[in-house]
């Protein structure tokens, strides 16, 4: 007998396997040992037609794992078109749903681990819902009892209640014994999910992400198989376990850009999970105060279906928006907090409110410079500026983690006393608002702050509700998905950050971000504050969120990227080649653009340098397809590529839709 098995590592082939004498030929869709070359490595019975290869040259499988049930047809499909559609190898996919490998190889007993909610209580009562909540939970509900494929945007301003809406789906699917998958873009914001979760259902969720130990990685993904685990909340990842009956995957907050997955297999999860959806033929959940173009596109379409949730729950209203225009009202020399915002945070104090000043930019200073010789610190590894943090007084580089002690001196020319911070993060903000307030209380929260393993943001978390705080000094982790009753008054002290340098996406993601973080003030009786200061008041992402002009925004930016043929209404693909020779990896991109075949729909630009050119030692150069909405970009970019020899020193990666341009 024999079997087609694909391994779990970068291979697109399904390589034939002998069944040992003795052994029950194994069903497709079952987890087996199989020797690949001198590995021993795991991979899956798939449905491939098995080589004609001579007996006497099969190897056998090694191990049948019969622990857990056969992988679903349905995820079979799943992983084979998520493989299709980012141009890359099955295994590679195959490998991303065998994450937790030792669920399956585990030698040893371990002592059993109770799945975390394994028995949700539905009877529990959810909060009192609004007319219009109650119409739009009964719309998801619906949905879910449908069985079969569907796709909703809850669409719904901040602080509408969206968790408690989708909350009635999530009751729907378990009332019929079915299993729920709720994706998160940052595990940060599962802290304050998971006390609504456990007041809801009585129990805590199971969580999927990279900090999980490997103890829990085993038990959760086990109980997912054999359905013993009911609800899994997760980061992008938690798309590949293995469901043994998915009913409805929620994707909150859709439009963040972390659902991208920038290496490996490039994927952006939002979009898998509607393709699971409809290979598997179950309701998706899309959630946002602020959809990404794509969704409003697809809602435009008819594609996906839409709910609206147009006001604050409990009567709140939404937040007055100024704008203070940094060339009229310039801060005090050194200081970056314009006297309007300052007499703001006066005000606040004075109430006994608090107060947010929003930077999204970590450590002290995004710059180090010599005032004797114009040297700028750099990242040894990537051309990178080296960012400045005082608390610990070390440079470090924020894209691949290098970090070293703040000099002395300056290391080109050693003058002593010379160097000097240019421009302001959250720790240096945090420095001026002392200065101008020592008696309030501060605390900056951004991601090198909150610790690896949540305690510390927990901690942080509960000191803002509990009113511990004052002023919170933060990036965007404390941008979305957090509820603070007495925060009144939200500061943003560079509103301009993320509308310079080009990106297809820099309006849009500007306009989600301050939206985001607007929406934390005023969220229950007291009527909220949010001060933007800029140096382009007349830029209509301004203009918008002062006057919370959404659709007419999003109106003149999909008429723009109309008319440029851009994503939703175009589509886009890079190839990126990266080596630790420069000469040789600009060699290989010219080669590689200079065989691109031509095509009708189709323009290539480049090959260019990468914005950071440098990356861990790694040279980069990009190209960037454009093509028409129909056009078949991944069959192109798989043909080109199996014709064209690349140096095997030079990585060549693709990224189909691509979300950054770095």
């Not at 490595?41 to 006497?56: E, K």
């Not at 054999?226 to 859709?254: C, M, W």
């Not at 969704?295 to 729950?313: A, E, I, K, M, S």
């Amino acid at each position: 007998m024999r079997v087609s098995v694909l391994p779990a590592t970068a291979v697109d082939k399904a390589y034939t396997y002998a069944v040992p004498a003795g052994m029950d030929a194994p069903a497709v869709g079952t987890y087996v040992e199989i020797p690949l070359g001198p590995r021993k490595i795991l991979g899956c019975v798939w449905d491939d037609a098995p080589d004609d290869v001579p007996a006497t040259k099969l190897k056998e499988i090694l191990q049948i794992f019969d622990t857990v049930p056969p992988m679903a047809d349905a995820q079979r499909r799943f992983i084979e078109r998520v493989a299709a559609y980012t141009v890359s190898e099955r295994g590679e996919v195959l490998k991303m749903a065998l994450s937790a490998p030792k669920a399956l190889t585990g030698k040893r007993s371990i002592k059993k681990i109770v799945a975390p909610c394994a028995n949700p209580n539905i009877t529990r009562e959810g909060a009192v819902l609004t007319p219009e909540q109650a119409s739009a939970a009964e719309r998801l509900c619906e949905a879910v009892r449908a069985g079969a494929y569907s796709c909703t945007l809850v669409d719904g301003v901040t602080g509408a209640g969206k968790t408690e809406v989708y909350f009635e789906a999530v009751a729907e699917a378990l009332k019929h014994g079915k299993q729920v998958l709720v994706l998160l873009p940052e595990i940060a914001l599962s802290n304050s999910f998971l006390g609504r979760f456990s007041e809801r259902f009585g129990c805590l969720p199971a969580l999927w992400h990279s900090g999980l130990t490997e103890a829990q990685r085993k038990a959760t993904w086990k109980a997912v198989a054999t359905g013993d685990t009911k609800v899994v909340i997760g980061a992008r990842s938690a798309l590949f376990l293995p469901y043994a009956d998915l009913a409805v995957i929620v994707v909150d907050e859709e439009h963040d850009g972390a659902f991208k997955q920038e290496d490996g297999v490039r994927y952006h999860a939002r979009d898998m999970a509607v393709l699971r959806g409809h290979l598997a033929g179950h309701a998706v959940v899309l959630v946002s105060a602020t959809p990404s173009l794509e969704t409003f596109h697809n809602v435009r379409g008819r594609r996906y279906d839409v709910v609206h949730l147009p006001d604050r729950y409990g009567g709140a209203r939404l937040p007055d928006v100024s704008l203070i225009d940094m060339r009229k009202n310039p801060p005090e020399r050194g200081n970056f907090i314009s006297p309007p915002l300052n007499a703001a945070i006066a005000e606040c104090l004075a109430a006994g409110e608090q107060s947010l000043l929003f930077l999204n930019r970590r450590g002290y200073a995004p710059l180090t410079l010599c005032r004797a010789c114009g040297h700028r610190i750099e990242c040894g590894q990537c051309s990178a500026w080296m960012v400045e943090h005082r608390q610990s007084k070390r440079l470090s580089c924020h894209h691949c983690g290098t970090s070293q002690r703040m000099p002395d001196k300056c290391p080109k020319c050693g003058a002593t006393d010379s160097l000097v911070p240019i421009g302001p993060g959250v720790e240096r903000i945090a420095e001026e608002v002392r200065d101008m307030f020592p008696q309030a209380r501060t605390l900056v929260l951004a991601s090198d702050t909150a610790g690896d393993d949540g305690a510390a943001l927990h901690q942080a978390l509960e000191a803002i509700r509990s009113q511990s705080v004052d002023i919170i000094i933060g990036t965007q982790i404390i941008a979305k998905g957090h509820h603070f009753p007495k925060l009144t008054l939200v500061g943003v002290v560079d509103a301009d950050l993320g509308l310079t340098g080009g990106d297809l996406r820099a309006s849009e993601r500007t306009w989600q971000l301050l939206h985001q973080v607007a929406g934390r003030a005023g969220r229950e009786a007291a009527m909220g504050r949010v001060l933007l200061q800029t140096f382009m008041p007349e830029n209509r992402v301004m203009q918008s969120l002062c006057v919370h002009d959404r659709d007419a925004f999003v109106a003149v930016e999909l008429e723009e990227r109309a008319q440029a043929h851009m994503p939703p209404y175009g589509r886009l693909a890079a190839i990126i080649l990266s080596g630790t020779n420069p000469a040789v990896t600009e060699a290989a991109a010219r080669a590689l653009a200079q065989a691109a075949p031509t095509a009708e729909g189709l323009s290539i630009l480049g090959p260019a340098q990468a914005a950071i050119y440098k990356l861990r030692n790694h040279f980069r150069w990009r190209l960037l397809l454009s093509a028409d909405k129909a056009f078949p970009m991944q069959d192109y970019i798989r043909d080109w590529l199996s014709k064209t020899k690349v140096p095997s020193s030079v990585r060549v990666a693709v990224d189909v839709d691509p979300y950054r341009f770095l």
